[in-house]
C-alpha cells in the first residue's frame, strides 16, 4: 500500500520502507536451515495432541529454524491476541476442555 499523499512519505523515513525490511527479515527466515522438512508439521502436530488439555498452546510458531527469532513478536501477539477475545466476549473460547461423555 502507498499513501495517498506521496509527500507524507518523506515525513517517517523509518517507516517509509517497512514493507521492504518485513519482506527481507521473513526472506531470511525461511531460508534457514531446516525450513524444508516437511516432517517437522507432522510432529508438531503428534505433539500438540499429545499435551495435556490446557496446556495446548493458543498458536505455534513453525519452523522450529524462526522461533527463537519471533519469540518477543510471538509473545506479544499472543497475549494481544488473548486480549482481542476476551474484550470481544470470545473468552470461553480460549478454555480448554474435555468433551462431556
Same mark, same amino acid.
Given at each position: 500500500?502507498?499513501?495517498?499523499?506521496?509527500?507524507?512519505?518523506?515525513?517517517?523515513?523509518s517507516?517509509?520502507?517497512?514493507?521492504?525490511?518485513? %519482506?527481507?527479515?521473513? =526472506?531470511? *527466515? @525461511?531460508? *534457514?536451515?531446516?525450513?524444508?522438512?516437511?516432517?517437522? %508439521?507432522? =510432529?508438531?502436530?503428534?505433539? #500438540? $495432541?499429545?499435551?495435556? $488439555?490446557?496446556?495446548?498452546p493458543?498458536?505455534?510458531? @513453525?519452523? *522450529?529454524?524462526?522461533?527463537?527469532?519471533?519469540k518477543?513478536? =510471538?509473545?506479544?501477539?499472543?497475549?494481544?491476541?488473548?486480549?482481542?477475545?476476551?474484550?470481544?466476549?470470545f473468552? =470461553? @473460547? #480460549?478454555?480448554?476442555?474435555?468433551?462431556?461423555?
Amino acid at each position: 500500500m502507498k499513501p495517498a499523499d506521496e509527500s507524507r512519505s518523506a515525513e517517517y523515513v523509518s517507516f517509509g520502507n517497512i514493507e521492504e525490511r518485513r %519482506l527481507r527479515f521473513f =526472506d531470511a *527466515a @525461511l531460508r *534457514a536451515p531446516g525450513i524444508g522438512d516437511p516432517s517437522e %508439521l507432522g =510432529d508438531k502436530i503428534a505433539e #500438540l $495432541i499429545r499435551l495435556p $488439555i490446557g496446556k495446548r498452546p493458543l498458536h505455534t510458531v @513453525l519452523p *522450529a529454524s524462526i522461533q527463537e527469532r519471533l519469540k518477543p513478536l =510471538d509473545s506479544f501477539m499472543d497475549q494481544a491476541q488473548q486480549r482481542a477475545m476476551e474484550m470481544n466476549g470470545f473468552k =470461553d @473460547l #480460549l478454555e480448554q476442555r474435555t468433551r462431556a461423555t
